[in-house]
Structure formats: C-alpha cells, structure tokens
C-alpha cells in the first residue's frame, strides 16, 4: 500500500501537490491556514488535520509548501517539538542560503530534511513533465523516493540542501539568457522586415548547436584549461563589436552586446585573449566590479 503523506499550505501548488498524491493512492492528510481551501480535498479523500502537530503526526513525510520560507519558519517554528522524528520536506521557493539554514533549523529539532524546488505549474504537477529538484541526505531521498515519484520527474542533486534553489537559479540563468539572445536577434532583424517567426528556426538551429559544445567547454572549465581550439576570445571580441554597431545602427537596443563586449574586455585585459571562451568563467565566478 501506498505511504501516508501530509502536506501543509494549500496555496495553488500544495492543492496540486495533495490532489496528485490522493491520485496515486497515498493516504493524504492536508492543513492550511485558511481552512476552507482543503474542502475540495477533503472530498476527494484527504483527511484534514485539526491542527499543524497533528499533521506533522499523521504521516512519518510531510511536504511543506507556502508563499516563503520567513512563513515555513513562523507556522512551524511554533510547532518544534511535534518535528522530532518527522521528515519534512520544504517545496516552498526560496534561496540556498534560506534552504541550508532551514535545514538546520530542522535538523536541531530533531527532523530530517530535504529541500526541493518546483520547476513546473501546478497543473502539471502528476505528470512526468513537473521537474521536481530536491537537495539533502541522499537516504533520506532514496527512502521517501517512491512516494515522492507520484508529483512528477523527481531528482537529487546531492547533499548540500542549498543545491535545489542553485540549480533553480542556475536553469534561470539559462532561460533568460536564451530567450533575450534571441529577441536581440528579432529586434535586429525586424529592422529589415523579417518577422519573429521566419527568425526563429535559425535561432533554434543555433541555440541547439551552442548547447552541444556545454559538456565540451565543461571539461575546459573543470580542468582549468582554455586552449584556443575554435577560437580565441579576442576574434569572438571582434565579432562582439560588430553585433554592437550593427545593432546601434539599426537603432535596437545594444546595452546586452555591451555587457558581453565589457566582460570579454576585462577578460582579455587580465591577459586571456588567445584563450577560448570558457575562459570567461573567470570573471563570472567573481563579484560585479
Ligand atoms: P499561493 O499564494 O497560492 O499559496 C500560498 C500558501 O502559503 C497558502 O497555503 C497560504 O495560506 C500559505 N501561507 C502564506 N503565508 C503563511 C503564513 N504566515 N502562515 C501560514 N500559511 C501561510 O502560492 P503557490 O501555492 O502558488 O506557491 C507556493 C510555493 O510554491 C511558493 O514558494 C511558490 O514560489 C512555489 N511555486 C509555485 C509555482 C506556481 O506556479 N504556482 C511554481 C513553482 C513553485 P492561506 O491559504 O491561508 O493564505
């Protein structure tokens, strides 16, 4: 039989979360601040807990999901004692340094923990494309797993509870880099007539080509090593400048090209103009100057 599960807040994503494991079987007992919006999962077959002790008692996991993590500490921190021997696991967003010092906090108190993030809307949340990242004891993980598989692709990053918030950030970074590289390409573009749909599977074609070298330029980065197998950091440079001028004579906005020629300036004025790419990490990995 399926393995009993509260889960506290039942915002728009703890209600998905609840209904895709009613759905799968496990007995679910729910707890939300404003009473009435477990209703619907009460009908459903929830059982609603009268208090937050009582929830974390009904279940040996219980899946915490609210607006932040300043409103995990007020509910639960008033419930500390009913946390020993429990495994909470915090689905609620947030950053890495909230996720390690939740984590001990929890711990103190006696819990095990994990912390995850939801890379998905709550109506995809039961399907294999809700991308559920959770971070913390690997046992833990493995233990509660099975259960954990009725939300979605559940994975684990490793130890450090901070890693689902940073692989969050991380895919984020990815996203909107992508995206603004491609509406640079539109603007300019559009300049000469040629519509966001005739553009895009050109930007797509080369998006997926720049992806492929990642794992390339990875083993670079890991090692510490930059040869210029491609091309050096000064010809990409070059090829910066003219994205600049070509997009300031178009009259498009040129300040993301700007950002990239000054990181690559600062690059090649610390000496690494013959290096390859990658080298860039080495200013990415340091503060803002
Ligand atoms: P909602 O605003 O729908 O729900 C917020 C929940 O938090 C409610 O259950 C609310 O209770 C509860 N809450 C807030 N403050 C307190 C408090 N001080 N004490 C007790 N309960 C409190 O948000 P979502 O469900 O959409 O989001 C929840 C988390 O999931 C967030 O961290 C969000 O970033 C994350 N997430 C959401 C996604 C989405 O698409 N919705 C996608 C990915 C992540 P009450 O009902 O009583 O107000």
Redesign the pocket.
């Known amino acids: 039989t399926a393995a009993p599960v509260t889960i506290i807040?039942?915002?728009?994503?703890?209600?998905a979360l609840a209904a895709a494991f009613l759905k799968a079987g496990h007995p679910t007992t729910v707890w939300?601040?404003?009473t009435a919006?477990a209703d619907r999962l009460v009908a459903e077959g929830a059982e609603q807990a009268p208090t937050i002790g009582a929830a974390l008692k009904a279940s040996p996991l219980t899946i915490v999901?609210?607006?932040?993590y300043?409103?995990v500490r007020?509910?639960l921190g008033e419930h500390e004692a009913d946390l020993d021997g429990t495994t909470l696991i915090n689905?609620?967003?947030?950053d890495s340094a909230q996720a390690r010092e939740t984590a001990r906090w929890a711990e103190r108190n006696g819990a095990r923990y994990l912390d995850g993030?939801?890379?998905?809307?709550?109506s995809a949340i039961g399907t294999a494309e809700a991308v559920i990242l959770h971070s913390g004891p690997g046992p833990e993980f493995a233990a509660h797993e099975p259960t954990l598989a009725a939300l979605g692709t559940v994975t684990h990053l490793g130890a450090d509870p901070g890693l689902a918030s940073l692989y969050d950030v991380a895919g984020l970074a990815m996203m909107w880099s992508v995206l603004n590289a491609w509406l640079q390409g539109t603007a300019l573009l559009g300049t000469a007539g040629v519509d966001a749909a005739s553009y895009a599977p050109f930007a797509r074609q080369i998006a997926t080509v720049v992806a492929g070298w990642l794992p390339g330029y990875a083993e670079q980065v890991d090692a510490g090593s930059y040869p210029a197998e491609v091309s050096a950091l000064e010809t990409d440079a070059r090829a910066m400048a003219h994205l600049i001028e070509e997009s300031e004579a178009a009259g498009v906005n040129a300040d993301l090209p700007k950002l990239l020629k000054a990181m690559a300036d600062r690059s090649i004025a610390a000496g690494h103009g013959a290096e390859q790419y990658p080298v860039l990490i080495e200013e990415f990995a340091k503060p803002t100057p």
């Open positions: 807040g039942l915002g728009l994503m703890g209600s939300n601040r404003t919006k999901c609210l607006t932040d300043q409103a007020e509910l689905l609620t967003s947030g993030a939801i890379m998905a809307v709550p």
